[in-house]
């Protein structure tokens, strides 16, 4: 059982490329979303999924793009990268049920830096 | 504006000693308060969950207290180990559960032996 797993762990890319995160998780979460934490700050939330086929904005989209085509898999798509988006990326998942406590289970991150 | 705010904002401890972290919060209403434990390089783990009815739950060495009155929380730490240096993130969960969790910023705590 991996859990959450995350790739790359680092990534550099120049202002203006794109590029995927990868996040799947083995545990059948229905509930998947994508953080960033930086310095001083809080996680943000920037897209989160209840489902395949569903997903939606959370506090910080801007920038990018996510779709949940199965229920493991929720990769994360800077559409032209900008400095602003240097950042430490977290995917985590949990079920999904109103009423309930659900723990997010975090993976380890891809810290990226945009130059 | 933050809906969550911990201190202290660091601290150093000697390994063996106790500890005390503290978390406010103005989410409301409520639902269910976490604190984590973020170690250097890692995601986040959970330690411990708490509705408004809990006024503490531990896990080991990890003590977590809930005044949901006064809109506050604590995580205690007994007998501090060398592992114990890490980020604990206090969140707080509103009527829309995961989709929009309130972070804090986090207790740092380095553990000198």
């Known amino acids: 059982n991996a859990g959450v797993t995350q790739t790359p762990k680092f990534q550099v890319l120049k202002t203006g490329q794109s590029m995927t995160l990868q996040c799947a998780q083995d545990m059948n979460h229905e509930y998947m979303s994508w953080y960033r934490q930086d310095p001083g700050m809080g996680l943000r939330l920037i897209h989160y999924?209840?489902?395949?086929?569903?997903?939606d904005q959370g506090e910080v989209p801007n920038g990018y793009n996510v779709s949940r085509s199965t229920t493991e898999d929720f990769p994360l798509r800077l559409l032209s990268a900008a400095p602003s988006q240097t950042s430490v990326y977290f995917c985590?998942?949990?079920?999904?049920?109103?009423?309930?406590?659900?723990?997010?289970?975090f993976g380890n991150g891809t810290r990226l830096t945009v130059t | 504006k933050n809906q969550v705010e911990q201190s202290p904002q660091s601290l150093i401890i000697l390994e063996g000693k106790n500890c005390t972290l503290q978390?406010?919060?103005?989410?409301?209403?409520?639902?269910?308060l976490r604190w984590y434990k973020q170690d250097t390089g890692r995601g986040p783990v959970s330690l411990t969950i708490?509705?408004?009815?809990?006024n503490t739950k531990s896990n080991g060495r990890y003590t977590a207290t809930l005044d949901a009155d006064t809109k506050q929380s604590s995580l205690h730490i007994t007998a501090s180990q060398l592992s114990d240096s890490a980020s604990y993130i206090c969140v707080v969960s509103g009527i829309y559960g995961n989709n929009r969790l309130a972070f804090g910023k986090g207790n740092q705590v380095v553990v000198i032996p």
């Open positions: 708490m509705t408004f009815s809990e």
């Open positions: 978390c406010n919060y103005t989410v409301s209403p409520f639902s269910n």
């Open positions: 999924s209840v489902g395949a086929g569903i997903t």
């Open positions: 985590a998942s949990s079920y999904y049920k109103t009423g309930t406590n659900s723990p997010l289970h």
